[in-house]
Each structure stands twice: as structure tokens, then as C-alpha cells.
């Protein structure tokens, strides 16, 4: 049986736009973002793996409106307009998918959903085996003979598929899938602003089409129902009808059936490889030889390392020659963990392998021998505590790859060789392992050298050395690198092999007046709401919060009520138990957070040694983990005395320097703007200064809270944030100024 793979465009788009966000998202040079297409990509070529289809569609919505949206005009009303940095690679993706010869099928009136089911059923009668990739389970409706619905999802942090059938749905439903038509009806869908009957939630809606069978039937059984509920289905079965009719996608739409057209084929490869390049997808033209294919010589800087040597140093005659070998040349590039030390030897193209990094302490002591290699903190780390002083380890390539591009999320020696130098390593080290050369061995543990992949590290840094030096001399960032980024390294290296010191006894007496507070708080919710109840469970507290207490439901997920702090800051003026939750969980965060999360950190010495970062954030910002001492909470008073649990040496003081406002002052500099540049000639307030003049009050009339929200945009504005996110975080501020306009 030839199979059919339809997929829902926006779906899968959406989806892997918000899989690769913030510090993640990949960007060309010229500040087009690439990371939905990117990840819709990757998802699309698992699928042909997997499935191998004959004929293959994707299906997009078209802004006009539908015959829903006719029906019942709040339809979809409560969304958001698509993100500018999503809305750009609509576009591009599409071409992509013309390049590649796949079938794309959009219509006027009808939803990308409208037109899957069309062609689901029409495959299903032409007797193909029908697959529907989507991430909207609204296509459980489509399922049946022949036709599955594959719906991805994320499972430690790798994207796996899962398939739905009659018998998938019948076990996790206990209905067919037709049934969920009736179910959605009676629910409704909050994220398409499908109204249901209010108060019906999915697990009395599916209890209902159990014992009934349908809407129909529900209503000819009203009078066995009994109190709210039958109260609520009388009331509202207008809305039941309306939501099920909303609810059904149209498996009729006026669509052209061609199964030539659906055929895939080969790709327009030329073109393929064109577009990849400019978007800088170096992984996909190595993974599909699209250079190869085309008979493209690759760019200057790009590899072939297929005479690469390895060798094992065994003797002291070889050790004099390669050490050297790096004094005459002043440079050294290597590769450094734990149990493994590699340097590679440009005079005899080889991966040397050292057993003892001992042996190599007069050159990492050395002050004139620069040393190339990766991540360096980590490795000033490892000298040190071998009892080596490293001087000059002053090119990273992790470092150098963050200055040219600050992001995306990892700058693996991976990544920065498919960037840098066309190099995918991967690809590499698979078909060594697939050659047929003697193998030996380099390690003792390791029978295979194949099986350890950081062998070819080294040579990877010594071919990223020269192109990453000239990038950041072409990009005027080399003086950067050089005077600041890499001094700055051996500064977060001490900072972190140093650690800080933190009482413990002082932090265990603060987790016992935590949990006082959270014990006397969860009694006082208890009496507040007349029962008991698991408070960190967001159904119970739905449940209790806008069944008993009938508050106003702001938002409903697929799961049940939203309880998010958003939803909860709206109501809790209208209960006094609000005001409770949201204490009772600031004190939970702190406790779990912030005592329960730090104690592990904790040394026999009574220090925390935090690992800092310097190419996590797109601004420059240095990061902290394992733990993050960066965001000890300061607004409330219990987050200050938190702080006091850390100590500094006896004779010692801690010292808190910081630039005033250094963003800001750059930004009033290069704008000339008038109003900053008097707030700071007057010593003024920045942030409130701005909130004074968007709420039209006098300066020392600014609350915390304006004041607050005119900073979010002072710095919404230097780190470029987006038209989306400005609007959705800063709605009221933007409201008021609109009035004060």
C-alpha cells in the first residue's frame, strides 16, 4: 500500500519556531531568523526517514477569513497576531518547498486543517495509507482505517514522534475518534476561543458522549442530568451546537485531488543549495551531498582531513620533537578534558594523544606559547588544580565564535566547524568508521579509536584558528576578543575555582522559617476555600478556584483551567484567597529554589563553586548555573536575608560595583535624544524619568510599579525586542501613553 504524508504547515512551523527561541534563535548575517524553517526542516526530512512516502502535501492557512469565522465572529479572537520573527520565514520556508518539489495547497475560506481532512478521506478511499503530521489534536477527528495522526512532541529535549490510531484513541478515550467531534462541543477549545458549555470541562464532556453517544442524544436525555450541569446544558445547548459546528473540520473543501502532483520528487538541487547557503543550513547541504551533487567546489577554509594521522606518544624522543615543534611556532592547538589531552601537529598532520598533561607543564607555563583550543575556563581549571600556572591561554574558539554571532544557543566544535569551515564531523567521523583501514588503539579503555570522536577536536582548532581570526578582523571585533572576552575568561575561571562561601546552618534556620510561613499560609487557603486540597496541583486549585468558588475564568488549556501567576494577578481582587496562593507559592520557590536547590552545591569546605558563562547571552551578559547566583530574588524582604547567607572570607568584605545605566547612557549618546541625555546631565532617574513623561505625572509622583514597567520598555528598546513581545508585555503601558498622545 503507497503511502500519502500530509502536513499542517502552521502547525509544524509554530512548533518548531517556539522549540528554538530566545538565545536559540538561528539568524543569517543580515538578521533574517532561520529558526523555525530551520526546525520545520529537520522535522520534515525525520518523517521521510521514517515514513518514506510516495506522495507528500503540506497544507497552509491563508489570513481570510473562514466559514467559522463567519459563523461566529469571536473565532479564534483571543489570539495573537503571528510574531514578526516567525511571520518573515513563512515565506522562505515556502520556497524551500517549492525548490524541493513538494505539493503545497492553501485556499481561500478554508484552514489548513479543512483541507488535511479533505484529503485524508480522499486517500483513505484511493486506498493509500495515510499519515497526518500535526501538532493540533482537533485531527483525532480525521483517524480511522488507513489514517493515522503522527503528533510530535519533546522528550528530554529531543523531538520524538507519536502515532495516533482508532485503537490509540479507543484506549486513551474510551470513544472513537469521530466521538471527539461531540466532545469538543460540549468543552469548547480556549485556544480557538470555541465556547463549549461554560463549566463543562473535558472530563465531564467525555463521560457524556460515553453514556449518550452524542450531543443529540445528551439533549434527549436532559431531564436524567441533575443540578449545575443539567442547569448549564439547558442553558447554553445553543453553545453546544455552535462549538461541535466549529469544531468539525470539513472534509469536503473545494480542493484539486491530483496524486501526480502529490508524487515526491527530486529536488531542484541547484536552487535547494542556493537557498541553504544563504541561510547558512552548512548541516543539510553536507547531510544530502548538495556540493557533491552539484559539482561545487567548496569555499576557501573548508576541509577534506582525509589523510589525518593519529598517533599515541609512547616514547620521550617523539614528545621532544612535538614539544618542539610548538615552541618554534609559538602555538599550540589542542583539545583538553578531564582524561583526554590532544594536540595536533600541523607539520605532520597528526592527532597526538598524550597520556599525562604533566608533561606538557613547561609549555602551558610558557607566556610566549599562545594556546588554541576550546572552552578555556574549564581547562584553567583543570591546570590549575594539576598544579600548572597556564599563562596565554588566550584564543577559545567558543569565545570567537560567540563575538561573530551571539545567537544561538551552543557554540559546539561541531557547530563552529560546519559554520566556519564547511567541516561536519559527524559526517566525518561516520565514514571513517565505515573505511576499512587498520584500526589501533589510543587509549587503553578504548578498543576502538573511532569510538572517542574528540580525536579530530584538535584539528578542528587548528583550522577554525585562522578563519575565526579573520572573521573578527573583517568584523572590527578582534581588539574585543583579544583585550576583553579572553582576559575575562581566566577572571570567571578563579571566580568559579574559588567559589563562595555560604553558611550552612544559617540557610537550614531560613528553610525552617520558610516552611513555618508555608504551613501557617496553606492552613489559611484551607479555611479560605473550605477544604483541602493539594495547592501545587493545577487542576485541584482550577477546580477549587472557578467550580466551588466560581471566580472568573480567564483561561482554559486543553488540560483544564489555567492558574498561572497572569491569570491569578487578574482575579485577586475578587477573593481573598488569591492574595494567599500567590504568597504561598513565592515562599515555595524560595524554599525549593533557593535552600532545598542550593544545599547539594555545597562543598566539605562550605563553599558553592557556580559555573559562570560568557556565551549564553545575546547582550553580553554573564550567566551563572549549577546553581544560578544571579537570581536571588530582591524585591521581597525574605529574598534580601536569603542573601545573607553568603559570607565573604574572615578579613575580607564583599565589594558590588556596576556601571550606571551604561546601556542606556550608549543609547542617549548615539540617539541625541533630548529627554535622556537631560536625565542623566540632572542625575535623574532614567526609568522614571521616561514613566513621567508616558503617564504625563509629575516625576515624584512615579510608582514602583510605572516606573518598573517604563524600564521594561527602556530596555525593550536597546535589546531590540520585538514588535510581538513589546505589545504582549507592556500592554498597559502602551495604552496610556496611547491616552496621554
Not at 229 to 240: P, R, W, Y
Not at 299 to 318: F, H, M, N
Not at 320 to 330: D, G, P, S, Y
Not at 413 to 422: F, R, T, V
Request: charged share 30%; glycine share 4%.
Amino acid at each position: 500500500m503507497k503511502k500519502l504524508l500530509l502536513i499542517d504547515g502552521n502547525s509544524i512551523i509554530n512548533r518548531a519556531f517556539y522549540g528554538i527561541m530566545g538565545n536559540k534563535m538561528l539568524m543569517t548575517e543580515d538578521g533574517t531568523y532561520t529558526n523555525a524553517v530551520y526546525g520545520f526542516l529537520s522535522i520534515l526530512f525525520k518523517e521521510l526517514d521514517d515514513i518514506n512516502p510516495e506522495y507528500l502535501v503540506v497544507a497552509f492557512d491563508l489570513k481570510a477569513p473562514t466559514h467559522r469565522h463567519k459563523t461566529y465572529d469571536k473565532y479564534k479572537a483571543n489570539r495573537h497576531g503571528m510574531p514578526e520573527e516567525l511571520a518573515q520565514q513563512m515565506p522562505i520556508l515556502k520556497e524551500i518547498l517549492k525548490a524541493m518539489n513538494v505539493c503545497i495547497i492553501e485556499k481561500e475560506g478554508y484552514e489548513a486543517d479543512d483541507i488535511l481532512g479533505t484529503l485524508a478521506k480522499w486517500g483513505q478511499k484511493e486506498e493509500l495509507e495515510v499519515t497526518v503530521l500535526t501538532g493540533d489534536r482537533d485531527s483525532f477527528q480525521l483517524i480511522d482505517k488507513n489514517i493515522k495522526v503522527r503528533i510530535p512532541r519533546t522528550k528530554m529535549g529531543k523531538t520524538e514522534t507519536e502515532d495516533y490510531t482508532v485503537e490509540k484513541i479507543e484506549e486513551e478515550y474510551g470513544l472513537e475518534p469521530l466521538d471527539l467531534i461531540e466532545v469538543k462541543g460540549l468543552m469548547g477549545d480556549a485556544s480557538d476561543n470555541i465556547p463549549g458549555v461554560p463549566g463543562v470541562g473535558e472530563k465531564t464532556a467525555i463521560s457524556l458522549i460515553k453514556q449518550y453517544k452524542s450531543i443529540d442524544g445528551v439533549y434527549k436525555h436532559i431531564d436524567e442530568q441533575k443540578g449545575k450541569l443539567k442547569e448549564k446544558l439547558s442553558e447554553n445547548k445553543d453553545l453546544a451546537y455552535l462549538s461541535k459546528t466549529l469544531g468539525t473540520i470539513d472534509i469536503n473543501a473545494p480542493i484539486e485531488k491530483n496524486l501526480e502532483a502529490f508524487q515526491v520528487e527530486e529536488w531542484n538541487k541547484t536552487e535547494v543549495l542556493e537557498i541553504f547557503k544563504k541561510l547558512k543550513f552548512n548541516r543539510f547541504i553536507d547531510r544530502f551531498n548538495l556540493h557533491k551533487e552539484n559539482n561545487i567546489v567548496r569555499a576557501e577554509g573548508s576541509v577534506c582531513p582525509s589523510e589525518i594521522k593519529y598517533e599515541k606518544i609512547l616514547d620521550k624522543t617523539k614528545l621532544a620533537e612535538l614539544k618542539q615543534e610548538i615552541q618554534e611556532n609559538e602555538i599550540m592547538y589542542y583539545y583538553l578534558e578531564d582524561d583526554k589531552f590532544i594536540i595536533y601537529s600541523n607539520k605532520t598532520n597528526t592527532c597526538f594523544f598524550v597520556n599525562n598533561i604533566l608533561e606538557f607543564k613547561d609549555i602551558f607555563e610558557d607566556k610566549d606559547i599562545l594556546k588554541c583550543s576550546y572552552k578555556q575556563k574549564e581547562e584553567f581549571i583543570i591546570l590549575w588544580n594539576n598544579n600548572i600556572e597556564a599563562k596565554n591561554l588566550m584564543f577559545d574558539i567558543a569565545i570567537a565564535g560567540y563575538i561573530l554571532n551571539s545567537n544561538i544557543n551552543k557554540y559546539t566544535i561541531e557547530y563552529l566547524a560546519n559554520e566556519y569551515i564547511n567541516f561536519d564531523i559527524s559526517e566525518y567521523l561516520s565514514n571513517e568508521e565505515n573505511s576499512e583501514t587498520e584500526q589501533i588503539t589510543l587509549f587503553d579503555n578504548i578498543a576502538d579509536q573511532k569510538e572517542d570522536k574528540t580525536y579530530i577536536y584538535a584539528y578542528a582548532i587548528y583550522k577554525l584558528y585562522n578563519v575565526l581570526t579573520q572573521k573578527m578582523e573583517e568584523a572590527g571585533s578582534i581588539n574585543l576578543f583579544k583585550q576583553i572576552e579572553m582576559p575575562l575568561t581566566e577572571v570567571l575561571a578563579s571566580m568559579q575555582y574559588e567559589g563562595i562561601h555560604i553558611d550552612k546552618q544559617e540557610l537550614l534556620d531560613f528553610g525552617e522559617e520558610l516552611q513555618e510561613k508555608i504551613d501557617i499560609l496553606t492552613q489559611e487557603i484551607y479555611e479560605l476555600t473550605g477544604e483541602e486540597f493539594n495547592i501545587n496541583s493545577t487542576k485541584q486549585l482550577g477546580e477549587v478556584l472557578f467550580e466551588k468558588l466560581r471566580l472568573t475564568v480567564k483561561k482554559k488549556t486543553k488540560t483544564g483551567y489555567s492558574t498561572d501567576v497572569d491569570v491569578l494577578e487578574k482575579i485577586k481582587n475578587e477573593h481573598p484567597v488569591i492574595e494567599k496562593i500567590l504568597e504561598y507559592r513565592q515562599l515555595q520557590k524560595l524554599n525549593s529554589t533557593y535552600v532545598e536547590g542550593l544545599i547539594p552545591y555545597i562543598d566539605n569546605t562550605g563553599r558553592i563553586h557556580s559555573k559562570f558563562h560568557q556565551t549564553v547571552t545575546t547582550t553580553g551578559r554573564i550567566s551563572s548555573t549549577d546553581p544560578n547566583l544571579q537570581n536571588i530574588p530582591t524585591r521581597m524582604e525574605l529574598g534580601r536575608k536569603l542573601r545573607k547567607v553568603f559570607k565573604p572570607k574572615q578579613g575580607f568584605i564583599f565589594i558590588d560595583a556596576d556601571y550606571s545605566q551604561i546601556e542606556l547612557r550608549v543609547l542617549a549618546h548615539i540617539s541625541e535624544d533630548k529627554n535622556m541625555i537631560e536625565a542623566f546631565c540632572n542625575d535623574e532617574d532614567i526609568h522614571a524619568q521616561a514613566a513621567s513623561k508616558v503617564f504625563n505625572i509629575p516625576l515624584e509622583n512615579v510608582t514602583k510599579d510605572e516606573r518598573t514597567k517604563a524600564k521594561a520598555v527602556n530596555f525593550g528598546i536597546v535589546y531590540g525586542i520585538s514588535e510581538f513581545r513589546f505589545r504582549r508585555t507592556t500592554t498597559e503601558f502602551l495604552e496610556k501613553k496611547q491616552k496621554n498622545i
